[in-house]
């Protein structure tokens, strides 16, 4: 799966793999005999760099040392799992030029299952055809067109549009919070991105640029949408400052966490 997501990659349209792009995989302590052999492949690829990770370190302390390996304006995440769109960056990157005054930018994403054929144009986007986490940006989705949002937090507490694999963010403000939270295995990406929304300017564009492989091994695969280790890493978020306008929100999730948690 890791040479698929690259090669989504090296078709992006407008920009060339190790001449516009810089391409870092975070080998997080692979072992099985096809995963070494794909990381040697991948690391053959012109303008793709492979870091690894002293052992198992997880998806946060890996992307952070990822990005430790790159220089650009602005970061864009990929799990080897998953798939970007032939002009997902050259839309995010469109946006940056057409709104100079936003640290981030964000679309809609496209969820696919592992053992079936993939087929983008048959995808929906989940942040559009989601009632809950369409709220935010429901502007952007009646329109057609890119919304900008100033520090939208408390909008997007308990709706959350924004997904790892569908967001562009500037590596200042990145670096400027610490990068992903480390030591969770899942919920440090709202973690980060609920910070984000706290200190930088948005813009949603209403298209899907990038396609998450759902229904194999992955971390998430047999998660509840907001379990203990979510409601754990709310916590944590709660006693930031950045999070002082909505820590009653974050308190009713924590809540509904544990409850969830002990009727299931």
């Known amino acids: 799966m890791l040479l698929e997501a690259l090669t989504s990659i090296q078709a992006q349209r407008s920009f060339t793999l190790g001449r516009d792009l810089e391409v870092v995989v975070a080998d997080d302590g692979s072992f099985r005999s096809d995963s070494v ?16 990770t002293r052992g198992r370190t997880g998806p946060a302390a890996a992307r952070n040392f990822a990005v430790q390996g790159t220089c650009g304006e602005w970061l864009s995440f ?20 057409a709104h100079p005054s936003v640290g981030c930018v964000v679309t809609d994403y496209g969820e696919f299952a592992a ?15 989601t009632p809950r986490r369409r709220l935010a940006v429901q502007a952007a989705i009646d329109s057609g067109q890119t919304l900008v949002l100033n520090r939208p937090l408390k909008s997007f507490v308990g709706t959350m549009p924004m997904c790892t694999i569908s967001v562009f963010v500037r590596r200042d403000a990145f670096i400027g919070l610490g990068g992903f939270p480390e030591g969770y295995d899942i919920g440090e990406d709202l973690h980060l991105w609920l910070r984000i929304a706290a200190t930088q300017t948005l813009a949603y564009v209403p298209r899907v640029t990038a396609y998450c492989r759902k229904g194999h091994a992955s971390l998430t695969r047999s998660e509840s949408r907001l379990n203990l280790k979510t409601a754990r890493c709310y916590e944590h978020l709660a006693r930031d400052p950045l999070m002082a306008p909505i820590r009653r929100q974050l308190q009713a999730l924590i809540a509904e966490g544990y409850l969830a948690e002990g009727y299931a």
Do not use: M, N
Not at 78 to 93: F, G, H, K, Q
Not at 115 to 124: G, M, N, T, V
């Open 37 to 52: 052999q794909a990381i040697a492949r991948a690391q053959a690829i012109h303008g793709v760099k492979v870091l690894r």
């Open 78 to 97: 990929l799990d080897a799992d998953d798939l970007y769109a032939p002009d997902a960056l050259e839309l995010r990157w469109a946006t940056t030029q």
């Open 115 to 129: 053992d079936a054929p993939f087929a983008p144009k048959e995808l929906r986007g989940v942040i559009a055809s």
